[in-house]
């Protein structure tokens, strides 16, 4: 089926550094999604992007929507204790269609 | 909205036995999806219905497990008989069809066969 490489698989991090991780794909998606999986929980949305170089922030967070549709990126300014979790790319290949394609997510650890 | 709310949150079970898992969807959404979450493997998509129909089951292991959606506000993952390489965790979501949404999770329901 269709795959999302999603890179770094772990990162450890010292409080305050910011943060990039990204997805990339062979195939051409239509929508971008970034979720963030504490332990124990479900994955929460966390910003949704729909238009290619499309750029949104959600406090700390940017994410942006590859030019070429291939592929999307977040950062995290300014790490705090709390952004430690498990952080999932996710892509619609067809606009409307239901099914999301994830990536295999990136481990976020952050030392004080 | 008291969010997609999955039961039971554990399930330790012996092999050969039949587990069930429950799932209460956010009231309005019509899509309904159930996910499986290893570390070997990842969040892999089960099946989903829209408007309690099965549109994809590709995802379902073998005949072994089944899902049912009888109505808008619950769904069942059934496995029997259950096997050791079963044990995962299991998520339900939900969103709006068609409106280009990501979903909403439950907080998931780990199940080990012993």
């Known amino acids: 089926g269709q795959q999302l490489n999603q890179s770094p698989q772990s990162m450890f991090i010292q409080e305050g550094e910011d943060v990039s991780m990204n997805c990339t794909s062979s195939?051409?998606?239509?929508?971008w999604l970034w979720y963030k999986q504490d332990p124990g929980e479900g994955p929460v949305l966390l910003i949704a992007?729909?238009?290619?170089?499309e750029l949104t922030s959600n406090g700390r967070l940017t994410a942006q929507f590859g030019i070429t549709r291939k592929d999307s990126f977040l950062n995290i300014s300014a790490s705090i204790p709390s952004d430690v979790g498990i952080y999932f790319c996710?892509?619609?290949?067809?606009?409307?269609?239901?099914?999301?394609?994830f990536g295999q997510g990136t481990r976020l650890t952050i030392n004080p | 909205d008291a969010g997609v709310i999955q039961s039971p949150r554990h399930e330790v079970t012996e092999m050969g036995q039949e587990v069930t898992l429950r799932c209460k969807p956010i009231?309005?959404?019509?899509?309904l999806f159930w996910y499986r979450q290893t570390m070997m493997r990842g969040l892999e998509l089960l099946i989903y219905?829209?408007?309690?129909?099965?549109?994809?089951d590709s995802g379902m292991p073998e005949d072994r497990f089944s899902a049912k959606m009888p109505n808008a506000s619950f769904s069942t993952l059934k496995i029997q008989p259950s096997e050791p390489r079963d044990s995962a965790v299991y998520f339900c979501?939900?969103?709006?069809?068609?409106?280009?949404?990501?979903?909403?999770f439950g907080s998931g329901t780990r199940l080990t066969v012993v």
């Open positions: 992007l729909y238009k290619a170089g």
């Open positions: 009231s309005g959404h019509n899509s």
């Open positions: 979501a939900s969103s709006l069809a068609w409106t280009g949404g990501g979903y909403t």
């Open positions: 195939s051409i998606f239509n929508t």
């Open positions: 219905f829209n408007n309690n129909v099965p549109i994809d």
């Open positions: 996710a892509g619609r290949l067809i606009q409307g269609a239901q099914k999301l394609v």
